[in-house]
């Protein structure tokens, strides 16, 4: 019972356009999500996160945005970087229960 | 300030047997958790301790297990290893059972193979 999906499991993007992720869920408890990126060989690494009274949380480059009626957030990365290169996996929980996580989506950014 | 140190970083290990994984908190970090992460399965719940005491528990076999100690490092235990079991298992800490704004922070993994 996959309650986090990541129904991509790669994306390629020319540097300097604009890459985005795309996560569903199907559990409407969850009231927070995050994003995280990992490089190969590393743990995942915090990138941004959004309650769900929110709409859209930006920081720096990366914005996320959630659709609570459509049970869908994404990540947009404007500009990409060659250094974006890595996987990204999307993450939910509710109250104090553990982070659900997706299968995560590798993005490689063509220079 | 150190972060989540996981030893050992590599283990090669014979079917049948066993092996313990180490985990060490950001210091002040009282919840630990414990994610296995396969090729296409993304990062799997194992399990999750706070000041010493399982508070979650994932969707895998008694064979795996763990503790947490009055320092708060934890260690992992898999029992009776099958090939299966080969992943890179996750150690990720946080300051109270809150996720917080930031989540997980987590350590460099421990890369298990099983031959």
């Known amino acids: 019972d996959q309650q986090v999906k990541q129904n991509s499991p790669s994306l390629s993007v020319q540097e300097g356009r604009i890459s985005i992720l795309n996560c569903d869920y199907t559990n409407s408890m969850f009231d927070y999500f995050l994003w995280y990126k990992k490089y190969p060989a590393e743990g995942p690494t915090f990138l941004i996160s959004i309650s769900s009274i929110k709409d859209k949380n930006e920081d720096g480059r990366f914005t996320v945005f959630l659709n609570k009626s459509a049970k869908h957030l994404s990540l947009h990365i404007v500009p990409s970087q060659p250094g974006d290169s890595a996987v990204y996996f999307c993450a939910a929980s509710f109250g104090n229960e553990k982070l659900t996580f997706g299968t995560g989506t590798r993005l490689t950014i063509i220079p | 300030k150190a972060g989540v140190t996981q030893t050992p970083r590599y283990l090669i290990k014979t079917r049948g047997q066993q092996v313990t994984l180490s985990c060490s908190p950001i210091s002040g970090h009282r919840s630990v958790s414990w994610y296995q992460q396969t090729p296409g399965q993304g990062l799997q719940f194992l399990f999750e301790?706070?000041?010493?005491?399982?508070?979650n528990k994932g969707n895998f076999p008694g064979r795996f297990s763990g503790r947490q100690f009055s320092n708060s490092r934890s260690e992992m235990n898999v029992s009776t290893l099958e090939l299966g079991d080969s992943a890179l298992y996750l150690c990720?800490?946080?300051?109270?059972?809150?996720?917080?704004?930031?989540?997980?922070?987590f350590g460099s993994g421990t890369r298990l193979t099983v031959v």
């Open positions: 990720a800490s946080t300051a109270s059972g809150r996720r917080g704004a930031h989540g997980y922070t």
């Open positions: 301790y706070f000041s010493e005491t399982q508070r």
